[in-house]
């Protein structure tokens, strides 16, 4: 095949800091794969970046085909406006149908750009894609009381998938890397970086992570917090927080679930003082099992946790550690 | 400085009571009150603390029905000077390309140093929009801020983006648009003074006519994506209460993590 | 009883006002609603277990513009009726009976310089006042002298010739809701007690200054309900306050104090309004989740009756309020009866809604996990201050008698 095949059903290959693939392109690539084969269309993942080959090996190990823009100027400058230019420009080229990439921020970044340069429609937040002569999207809207089913009126396409949706598969054989150029400037305004920041305490992306341990209110203060992290560490989880423990400045907006945070779908979400008001729950509820230490039976999160112990967190969760650390010998 | 913040009205996720109409799968915007998208509120207490730091004023955009103003005066009672409503029967189903031209072609003709958006709205939820009217416009996009720090005088804006491991801190000249986020600091309640206020300050209201949003149709008509349907998901399995001492209810709770293979 | 005779007598001598809360209105409501349940609300218990002060809460409604809702806007004021200022002590009051009261005495207190101050005395205190920057008291009960005010003690005298001169306060005061953190103090003091002044020409309002030399908090009580309000024993010892802080004319105290009241109670009947609507507000949800005998208990026709029965009365309460603040507001010439009545009914309404409550919540609205129980208690302040409830039909029983 001499092209990327038009109409084709293309992936972007995020880069993690550090160069590798990120989680959720894994995911997206795996997702793309299935659907491609749903649809006997090609499967293309895309790298842009300034050094793109570490991420490019990764995503071919889950997609048959993949294409590298080697862009230096993204190593001193914001990303996302950068790769999308790029992204657009071969998508002009190369006519694929669809483009598949994560709902995190770079994901964001991307397809609001493509979108805009490309006049592509997008489908956000997918939960599930499935092809029915074009991509099926499943979306979690209001809170998780509903799931609908989009599509796109015409023949191309972006879609933004959530973390989670599926779990990672490589394919029975990996793909092949093929380095391209794309012409022409960059149009659009680049933006320096002049300093990166290290921030103490951000663990991995709360998104991916398989087992979240999360406090609220009920926590009482960043001392509180202790505890949450003792049991996360011994559980391998991250550390996850409402608004309310949020605002008080108990701990960094990076780690908040809910409406204004982060939508997450771990296979465990421990909850900790919690209430699960509604602004939480839109941003935990699908996750595979819930289990809540509160207080007050009433608690709204009693009544979508898969388990919930009636007490005060700080008996039940030392003794929970405890078994934890106890069960690990 | 000059602000304009993009504010969208969303149904109150509080009432719990959204739903969908169910001849065309649109949000129906009648059946439970609007309020400020929570997200616009944090981008809207940002521009306000910059402007008493730096002087000037914040001005409100918004594509949104004809029932928008009163929410929008909820926005301007925290403290905006004016406000800008984009509102157009056409524009009613309007997808993620339309909504980034029409805002683009509102802020077209107005005069800023920084255009400020939320992360995401609580009903599309997309957080794509403010990239495509960046690209749309040629501004420099600085997404993600945890931080903003302009310098008038030099003409340029310094903005703490939140990266997996900390920030990235990027610098751009002005007008810019920048994405914010909650870490900017907790919207403010507005004050009984702010809403006396807000009853009077001006909310002009424009119609697709009277702004430049290009020679593409925009609007429901020409939507690039269709809701199929809807459903309920699975109900969860009913809950499991034990109401035992702390160390019976932890040994319970981990023979059920191990039952279901989680530890 | 007057069974047979036609509506009240308001509504011949002039026309009755009607009312309808206007947008301006429903916006300041729930701003103060939004502010209420958000910030307020989760202060309430701590507030009530302590008996400290709110000076946090007070700090927010003086930052929210709401501590200046009763003063004219030439004073910072946002020149609120009555019957604004009475749904902001509602809504607060609905979370927080403390803290209504801040807003509540604020206006009570300054009611005097509204009513009789001079341009000067509003240019002096009234900024400060509706900024929220300084709290005033209203210093009128004695320990001998509660529902009949003419029999104070406290006395005020010249100190020395002419109309200019300074007066010398001495005496004590009991009972001052937020006595003992106010910056001022609007005093009721006995400028004549000769026998041939008769007993309604014998008070003068001063406005004290905590600052004051002689001017001394003597003691906190310790209370039932609306613990967090202090409520002090002041003492007056040789306080020299000039002639520039009488409020009003010479012996023209005890009208002065009469029309305040017309015009606070309602507040009073507000904070009652407010603490039933609290109270109905727990009990009904709790009746919702509770389930007894496998389904929720406001399914049980006993529970659903009072659930029904608190929430008319309450409505009833609320209306009758919003009412009488619309008359007293227009100028009503019986406003003292409307300002009773309301007081009246809201006062027991509150009651019997927050017992009823405790009633719904069974045990768990005994103990100090939910709110009602402490809702119940400050209840009981609403019949007894401002004119106990006895007091309140004797005003509406003279307006009744008097009509004829």
Known sequence: MAGSGAGAIWVHGELAPGGSLAKISAEVATLARTIGEAAGRDVVGVVVGADPAVAAAELATYVPRVLTVTEPATAEHAAGTIVGQRVAALIEREQPAYLLTGAGPEGRDLAGVVSALADWGVLVNAVGVTWDDRPVVSMSIFGGRLTTTSRFTGDHGIVTVRPNAVTAAPAAAPGTVEATTVDGELALPLVPIVERLEAAGVAAPI?????????????????????????????????????????????????????????????????????????????????GTIVAVNRDPDAPIAEFADVVVIGDLFEVAPALLAALRARAG | MRIVVLVKPVPDTASGGERLRPDDWRLDRQAIPTVVNANDEYALEAALKLTEAHGGEVVLVSMAGAGAPDTMRKALAMGAASGALVTDDALAGSDIVSTARVLAGALRDMEYDLVLAGADTSDGGAGVVPAGIATLLGLPYLSYAAKIEPNPDAGTVRVNRITPTGYEVLEASMPALIVATQALGEPRYPSLKGIMAARSKTLETKGLADIGAGDAPVGGAVATTAVLGSEAPPPRAATRVIREPADEAARQVVEFLAERRII | MASSTPPPASSESHPAPTYRLTEDQLALRDAVRVLAADRIAPRAAEIDRTAEFPWDVKELLASHDILSLPYPEQYGGLGGDLLTVCLAVEEISRVCATSGLILAVQELASLPLLLAGTDEQKDRWFPDLAAGRKLIAFALTEAEAGSDVAAARTRARRDGDGDGADWILDGSKRFISQGSVADLLAVFAVTADDDDTPRHERLTCFIVDKDMPGFGVERIEHKMGIRGSPTAELSFRGVRVPDANRVGGVGEGFPLTMRTLDRSRPGIAAQAVGIAQGALDVAAAYARERTQFGKPIAEFQMIAAML??????????????????????????????????CKLVAGDTAMRVTTDAVQVLGGYGYI?????????????????????????RLVIARALTARR
């Open chain 1, 207 to 287: 998104e991916e992570a398989r087992i979240i341990v999360a406090g609220g209110r009920g926590v009482g203060g960043p001392d509180g917090f202790k505890i949450v992290n003792e049991l996360a560490e011994a559980l391998g989880g991250a550390v996850g927080a409402t608004r309310a423990a949020v605002d008080s400045g108990w701990i960094p907006y990076a780690q908040q679930i809910g409406q204004t945070g982060k939508i997450v779908k771990p296979a465990l979400y421990l909850a900790l003082g919690i209430s699960g008001a509604i602004q939480h729950k839109v941003g935990m509820q699908t996750a």
């Open chain 3, 308 to 341: 029904a029965d608190m929430d008319a009365q309450t409505e009833a309460a609320r209306q009758l309020l919003y009412k009488a603040a619309t008359e007293i507001d227009a100028g009503a010439p019986d406003a003292s009866r409307w300002s009773a009545m």
């Open chain 3, 368 to 392: 100090n996990e939910f709110p009602v129980e402490r809702m119940m208690r400050d209840a009981k302040i609403t019949q007894l201050y401002e004119g106990t409830q006895q007091i309140q």
